[in-house]
């Protein structure tokens, strides 16, 4: 990247690419530059075996994947992940602490699974996604992507746009979404809780992969931290809020230029 302007890293999630982010990258292209979200430069990478980025570990491990995208990422970048780019974000942040100026989650934990301790996604349930999905990718995907719309009171069009602009680009690799599958199983609550970056996040209050109580949790581990809820959103509210959403990453940018 070229330009003197501080850089904006979106990170996708599970089974989607660099897609997701259209409609936010046309929000923040048609901002004016006296604006925080109008004086940064947007990078939104693909996952190692998604969409473009053909490329990807084997064995798919979380540090490979992280070297990967770190390779991508110029220093003191503002990085936010959504769902399994959260994860990635937080263990980027972790490992290469000077590539993260601040994190930013969406619809983000650092432990996706749920524990006797810590609300979050069954076992069983992603142990079915992986048994399906070498029976049927593209289907199993497509009941994903519904999962992240439940609750919202425009599922049925928040799975539209989601579908068609992930069909935008090539289908991942199968070994690539099997294995980012399993990264999903990883604990980082302790990497989160060490980190030294100001963390904000933005989660939906009807999210049944990452339950909202999760945000009490998270603010034990990072008390300076900041999460916002909103209302009637659920896995995927950078789409189904996207006003809300925009104000939040306003918010997240603005100390950057005062």
Known sequence: MTSDKPVLVLLHGWGVNQGVWQSVAQQLEGQPEDQPEGKV???????????????????????????ILAAQIPAQSY?????LGGLLAIALAHRYPHKVKQLGLIAASPCFLAQHNWPGMAETIMQ???????????????????????????????????????????????NAVEGALQLLKADLRTEFAALTQPVSGFFGRLDSLVPVKVTDLLQQLQPQGRFSIAAHASHAPFISHQDEFMHW???WLSPAFN
């Open 41 to 67: 430069q947007l990078l939104t990478p693909d996952l190692p075996g998604f969409g473009l980025c053909r490329e990807y570990p084997q064995p798919y491990q979380l540090d490979a994947v992280v070297d």
């Open 79 to 83: 990085v936010c992940g959504w769902s």
């Open 128 to 174: 079915q996604f992986a048994r399906s999905l070498s029976e049927n990718l593209p289907l199993t995907i497509e009941r994903f992507l519904a999962i992240q719309a439940m609750g919202s009171s425009t599922a049925r069009a928040d799975i539209k746009v989601l579908k068609q602009a992930i069909m935008a680009y090539p289908m991942a690799d199968a």
């Open 249 to 251: 990453l306003r918010q």
